[in-house]
């Protein structure tokens, strides 16, 4: 079974200052792994997918994340942050053989200091 | 892409009810999926949702205490039953399309007292 490790609960940074959120998986093959990002009230919202081919990905907002099989590990990073993206966010990972269900992780919450 | 949409958007409920959460989507798709996501916590998945079949359950949830119906291929509904107050949660509906992404309704608040 599929298992995803956000080890960072809370993390804070200042306005303008880098971000790299930490994921790591657990999948005996290829994953699809993804993040999606919940504001306070809000439903949850894709910022970006890897199901394969490039390993550094792009999404929304700015950010990007890179697979790394290696490390089995799909870190999200922004270089610049907003005070807008304080949030919390969330790796999942899919299974392509368990269809189109997803195994989240428990989530990291970000907090930005004007 | 799809849209989903969720009723209630929130409810408090009493303990011992039962309260029905719909799901409606704007397109066809055949699996539906619904999570539980618990004060502080992430989603964990309840059971999957096929249209013509019963409903998957994960492993830790029952169909008595969370019965979902799946009538056609752009509606579902997911029960809370007999409720109590750790059943307090975010509900929330999600549909994927061929593996590409999941898409989530905007949930369901639900307080039990």
Redesign the interface.
């Known amino acids: 079974a599929q298992s995803v490790t956000q080890p960072d609960i809370h993390i804070t940074v200042s306005e303008g200052a880098s971000l790299e959120l930490r994921c790591n998986y657990s999948y005996g093959a290829t994953p699809y792994l993804f993040w999606y990002v919940q504001s306070p009230g809000q439903g949850l919202q894709l910022l970006l997918k890897y199901f394969s081919g490039d390993t550094l990905v792009q999404g929304i907002k700015g950010f990007e994340a890179e697979f790394k099989r290696s490390q089995s590990s799909f870190n999200l990073r922004k270089p610049s942050v907003h005070w807008s993206d304080a949030a919390e966010y969330f790796c999942a990972v899919g299974a392509r053989s368990s269809g189109d269900k997803l195994t989240f992780g428990t989530g990291t919450r970000l907090a930005v200091r004007p | 892409s799809a849209v989903i949409s969720q009723k209630p958007s929130r409810d408090i409920c009493q303990r011992g009810t039962s309260l029905t959460i719909q799901c409606q989507v704007d397109s066809q798709v055949t699996?539906m999926?619904w999570y539980r996501q618990q004060p502080g916590?992430?989603?964990?998945?309840i059971a999957?949702a096929n249209q013509g079949s019963e409903a998957t359950y994960e492993s830790g949830f029952v169909i008595d205490k969370f019965p979902i119906s799946r009538p056609n291929l752009t509606f579902s509904t997911l029960t809370v039953s007999n409720m109590s107050p750790e059943d307090s949660s975010i509900y929330?509906c999600?549909?994927?399309r061929g593996?590409?992404?999941?898409?989530?309704?905007?949930?369901t608040r639900l307080t039990v007292v």
């Open positions: 699996m999926f916590q992430s989603l964990t998945l999957t929330l999600s549909v994927a593996n590409t992404e999941a898409f989530f309704g905007q949930g």
